[in-house]
């Protein structure tokens, strides 16, 4: 990942359900990382045709994993496991923010009932507002806008958990 990306995954809303009976505010990383959350859920309708369609085939190392787009750039990557899918992990460039990559992506999540997990854990719904309130207030976004005064809020927080 690089700083300048923001990434999140996208998951079903019936496999976060399933898991919690409800939507919940955060999902945490451990209960991520166990969970199958495409498990008894069906894949997005035409969702790599549509992806296809706003991103360019990006070449991949695995049989199992379909990349789109740029690797320091706007990404969605669609991994599958025995031939179904086990998760959609997004990335969108924080330098150059396409308002049509996110609302053509956000309709593709509404109308496949998809729910996005931030790497903080967050849930949120596919809403373009959200999305976009979500990434202004992300590190990716304050690395873009002053990237030194970034880099110093960081080295700074490395020297007080030292002390």
Known sequence: ???WQYDFHLLPSEGVVRRYRTIPVVISQSDFDQEQWWDGSPPPNEFESEISQLLPPLPSWSSDLKQWG???????DICR???MFSSIYVRVDVRDVSL???ATLMDMARRNGCLLRTQEGRVIPPSFAIVLSAIRGS?????VQDPQ???????????SDKT
């Open 1 to 3: 990942m690089a700083t």
């Open 100 to 102: 049509v990559f996110i």
């Open 149 to 159: 005064a970034f880099l110093d809020a960081l080295a700074r927080a490395n020297e």
């Open 81 to 83: 496991n025995k031939g």
């Open 70 to 76: 740029f690797d320091d750039g706007n990404r969605i």
């Open 139 to 143: 590190k990716a976004f304050r690395f």
